[in-house]
């Protein structure tokens, strides 16, 4: 029945587009998308990259996801990693699943995301 992921929306507080921008399309070379005007108007920003789309929306009471985050493939995993670690975000590289190479950081409103390989 399912023939696909459109998207994956995660949190954000009221006034951090700008940080959202910077850091999704500044450090992750993510592409921002257009937000339809009825849905502009609620705030938040939506990015996309390759079969990949994000969409930051602002909930009022926020509070980062600790577990809960998208997986997200690259193909320069290292490249990433030191591009991340250089902007200040978090490494943490771990090898729990065999056949992947993966780590997890964080955006700047500390939502969690995990970025993976399949090469091993």
Known sequence: MISGLDHVQLAAPAGS???L???YVG???MRELPKPPALAVRGGCWFTAGAAELHL???EGFRAARKAHPGLVVAELDALAARLA???APVVWD???PGRRRFHSEDPVG???EFLSHQA
Do not use: H
Request: charged letters at 25%; glycine letters at 20%.
């Open 17 to 19: 587009e700008e940080l």
């Open 86 to 88: 250089a902007a200040g």
């Open 21 to 23: 921008r910077a850091f």
């Open 111 to 113: 939502n969690r995301l």
């Open 57 to 59: 929306g602002v909930e």
């Open 27 to 29: 450090v992750l070379g």
């Open 95 to 97: 090898g729990s699943i």
